[in-house]
């Protein structure tokens, strides 16, 4: 088995107990430090090493190691993003609930799948068995993952969509997913910037994330219309109860 990047779902609300489960598995919060890898912390911008790298500021790494597992585990959940390590395999998960296992190792690809909050992907049609190449150098790897988050995202978001029910949460999550993810500028170097964009015309990512743009201004649009309608209707009604009421006052008044 060829390793490679393998995306699959954890519901959103179970990210920690999920990283508890990474923890007893004997991965680790993977420690980047500015020195060592600067070369990382310098390529890109600040925002994105705030929520893909934030151990870049972690101080008490000792401390936070010594930590029990079902302490650490909501210490992670409360980042955008999380990178663990085992050997030779990485696991890194946003907080999105979408999670991506490179490895080669199908018996490992099998224990991080398993899991009682693990969502289908069929359902956002991407198949169990797809996966992804993984990148020669750590700055093409993780810009990938970032082209390859959003992609896996939004699909999800637009199989909410589907649901009436999910809309508010899709709205709300679609806005937050907007302002930390997809607006988010993540290099000045312009080669770099040259390989995103093949990588998300390779996703599709600005089709679909028109798409679920437009049908929610359509969903909006169309809420409007039935909440005028709605007092619209209130106001009809109310005007023929006042015409009822004044007639029958009137009829008295002439009796």
């Known amino acids: ?52 790298f934030w151990t870049f500021n972690l101080t008490d790494i000792k401390g936070f190691n010594q930590m029990q597992n079902d302490l650490k585990a909501p210490v992670c959940s409360d980042y955008d993003c999380n990178i663990f390590v085992k050997g030779e395999d990485e696991v890194i998960c946003f907080r999105t609930g979408v ?17 009682e909050a693990r969502q289908d992907m069929a359902d956002i049609n991407i198949r169990d068995t797809d996966s992804y190449p993984i990148l020669d150098n750590d700055i093409d790897k993780y810009m990938y993952i970032i082209q390859l988050h959003k992609m896996i995202y939004l699909n999800k978001l637009l199989h909410y969509m589907k649901k009436e029910s999910m809309l508010d949460k899709a709205r709300n999550s679609f806005v937050e997913f ?18 995103l964009k093949r990588w998300a015309d390779d996703f599709e990512i600005e089709d679909k994330y028109l798409k679920a743009d437009n049908q929610f201004d359509l969903i909006y649009k169309n809420s409007r219309i039935n909440d005028y309608k709605a007092k619209q209707n209130l106001l009809i009604g109310a005007s023929v109860v006042l015409l009822i009421v004044s007639i029958v006052l009137l009829a008295l008044h002439i009796n």
Do not use: Q, W
């Open 1 to 52: 088995m060829e390793k490679r990047i393998y995306p699959y779902l954890i519901k959103s609300k179970s990210m920690a107990g999920y990283y508890e489960l990474l923890f007893d598995e004997g991965f680790e919060l993977k420690i980047f430090d500015k020195k060592k890898d600067k070369k990382l912390y310098d390529f890109f911008l600040p925002t994105v090493n705030n929520y893909m």
């Open 178 to 195: 907007t302002t930390k993810f997809y607006d988010v500028k993540i290099t000045d170097d312009k080669e770099a910037e040259n390989k």
């Open 99 to 115: 999670c991506l296992a490179l490895t080669e190792d199908p018996h490992v690809l099998e224990k991080l799948k398993t899991y």
